[in-house]
């Protein structure tokens, strides 16, 4: 019985990490895409990446392409995008990037993801530092 249980202990302590590393890649796709949507202009495919909560606050995809083009410019044009650090901890997800803008000027970005009633994430924040500027 003893051997059955810590069989089962170790089996849910590899299936965590496991889990982890599905929603950092599921994490790290969906701000691509947004990203990607972004440099296409498509703005009703990046609206789509946005949790409800920011789709309330911008009601359609042209008033948050408005926004983040003049409060996310690093993002929205970027020479380079590479994702850091990630955490998965306390039900949402930290994912974070160096982003290079238009201008070779380096940021850092985080994003916050929140999982769905439906299974789904959705980018419900990002905040932008510029590298070498303290909060």
């Not at 380079?80 to 997800?93: A, K, P, Q, V």
């Not at 932008?128 to 909060?135: D, I, R, S, T």
Request: glycine fraction near 8%; proline fraction near 5%.
């Amino acid at each position: 019985m003893r051997q059955l249980l810590m069989f089962i202990v170790v089996l849910i302590g590899l299936a965590v990490p496991a889990s982890a590393a599905d929603d950092v890649a599921a994490a790290r796709a969906i701000i691509s895409a947004q990203a990607d949507a972004f440099a296409r202009d498509d703005g009703a495919k990046a609206y789509g990446f946005a949790a409800p909560a920011i789709q309330d606050m911008f009601t359609d995809p042209e008033s948050f392409m408005n926004m983040v083009r003049n409060a996310y410019a690093p993002i929205y044009r970027h020479r380079s995008f590479e994702f850091t650090e990630s955490d998965t901890s306390g039900g949402t997800i930290e994912q974070k990037a160096r982003i290079v803008d238009a201008d070779g000027v380096p940021w850092d970005a985080l994003y916050t993801l929140e999982p769905q009633p439906d299974g789904s994430l959705k980018i419900s924040g990002c905040m932008l530092l510029k590298v070498g500027e303290g909060v």
